[in-house]
T-cell receptor, first 118, second 112 residues
């Protein structure tokens, strides 16, 4: 149980276009979803936290108008990178937390999406 | 300064050998500490989770230890296999699990 999927697993786009990444909790309801970005050989960096049905909370330095997050249901959150630029190329990982978190209130991570902006 | 420091940054070990990875943290207040395995191009997969009251936890050939007094943790890999080649990330929860502090990972390469 506690499986999180992401789609697509990798995407290449032209500079200036927008890209949408989906994050789904497959077998549990995720009341909270998190979006992270990871550059090579670096730690995961939290971008934003979203609770179902409410606006996402963005970390300092993350542009909310550039990285649009929607968490419209308990099993789906989307991250849209608008007007993508080469510096947005990175590995984007989502995680989900919900009813199966148990005593450790665990986050379950998706497999990640590799974004390359040309 | 990162709140979670891991060492060594990378290491190469022979298949079948054991290795130990270190994690030091300065996070406070501390809720729990987790070790994840992250294969290249994949998301992190949980190996162990420990609260401050737990000082050891095993998951197959992986054994994690925790000393909450010295704020140190280790991950021991026994009888390494080629599939153990990955980055091992130490993650500490902050403020009652609302935030996670990530280490940069220990990059392990197992060679035949």
């Amino acid at each position: 149980g506690a499986v999180v999927s992401q789609h697509p697993s990798w995407v290449i786009c032209k500079s200036g276009t927008s890209v949408k990444i989906e994050c789904r909790s497959l077998d549990f309801q995720a009341t909270t979803m998190f979006w992270y970005r990871q550059f090579p050989k670096q730690s995961l960096m939290l971008m934003a936290t979203s609770n179902e049905g409410s606006k996402a909370t963005y970390e300092q330095g993350v542009e909310k108008d550039k990285f649009l997050i929607n968490h419209a249901s308990l099993t789906l959150s989307t991250l849209t990178v608008t007007s993508a630029h080469p510096e947005d190329s990175s590995f984007y990982i989502c995680s989900a937390r919900g009813g199966v978190a148990g005593a450790y209130n665990e986050q379950f991570f998706g497999p990640g999406t590799r974004l390359t902006v040309l | 300064k990162n709140q979670v420091e891991q060492s060594p940054q990378s290491l190469i070990i022979l298949e079948g050998k054991n290795c130990t990875l270190q994690c030091n943290y300065t996070v406070s207040p501390f809720s729990n500490l987790r070790w994840y395995k992250q294969d290249t191009g994949r998301g992190p997969v949980s190996l162990t989770i420990m609260t401050f009251s737990e000082n050891t936890k095993s998951n197959g050939r992986y054994t994690a230890t925790l000393d909450a007094d010295t704020k140190q943790s280790s991950l021991h890999i026994t009888a390494s296999q080629l599939s153990d080649s990955a980055s091992y990330i130490c993650v500490v929860s902050v403020n009652g699990n609302n935030r996670l502090a990530f280490g940069k990972g220990n990059q392990v390469v197992v060679i035949p």
